[in-house]
């Protein structure tokens, strides 16, 4: 069930405006260092959604999917389209790039070829058990037992990119907050479409843990 927000018009432009101002000093950090931003402008990003419910109906992923259950990711991921494998792998990066360094170790010891190929594993594994459950948790979980910390103390996370990512695709490990955020307002809207998946992916690895959760939002109905 699509969720729709309760916020009135004025109180939304509040947030956004201050939301804006808070962004721009924030930026240039990386996106776990910063994700207290991502949480903070959620209230403008959930009910803006600039996707049309034909993506939806088509049976393709969007950034309104939240609470994404294993089906309907694995679903989405069928797709024979390429690209849409690819859309649907961003909401993969977007959990791990919440997690990583926090409940799994990380980056500096694997690529995101094998990620994917384990989270998918990990999936396909309990779809039939769970197919229900939320998709980030179970993509969580295949990171902390695939690749657990060795000791007590999470392993270094990687630095942040030297030069900015030129394309948003599901090999852009470590995604920076001005990168995130270059693609989120991109006038490409496969790069724009991905950067709201990637987003999805973090609010559903964080929901109730860092954020106050979807319960802020009534049922959602696009571009209202």
């Not at 600039?50 to 990711?73: C, Q, T, Y």
């Not at 459950?133 to 999470?154: D, H, M, W, Y």
């Not at 392993?155 to 995604?175: G, M």
Request: proline share 3%.
């Amino acid at each position: 069930m699509m969720k729709k927000s309760t916020y009135d018009v004025s109180h939304h432009s509040a947030v956004c405006g201050v939301t804006g101002d808070y962004y721009r000093i924030s930026a240039t950090y990386h996106i776990k260092r910063s994700i207290r931003v991502f949480l903070i402008i959620l209230c403008c990003l959930l009910p803006g959604g600039v996707f049309a419910g034909s993506l939806i109906n088509a049976g393709f992923i969007s950034p309104d999917n939240v609470n994404l259950s294993i089906r309907d990711f694995l679903g989405f991921y069928a797709s024979d389209n390429l690209q849409e494998k690819d859309n649907t792998l961003m909401y993969v990066l977007g959990v791990a790039d919440a997690t990583e360094g926090k409940t799994w170790c990380g980056y500096g010891q694997v690529d995101s070829i094998t990620i994917n190929h384990t989270v998918l594993a990990w999936l396909d594994r309990y779809s039939v058990k769970k197919p229900d459950a939320r998709a980030s948790v179970l993509i969580e979980e295949a990171l902390v037992k695939n690749f657990p910390c060795q000791g007590t103390e999470p392993s270094v996370k990687i630095a942040s990119r030297s030069s900015p990512v030129l394309s948003l695709t599901p090999d852009a490990l470590n995604l920076s907050g001005n990168d995130f955020f270059k693609f989120w307002v991109s006038g490409n809207q496969r790069d724009k479409l991905r950067a709201g998946v990637y987003l999805l992916g973090v609010e559903d690895a964080t929901e109730n843990k860092l954020w106050c959760g979807y319960s802020l939002f009534k049922t959602l109905t696009l571009n209202e």
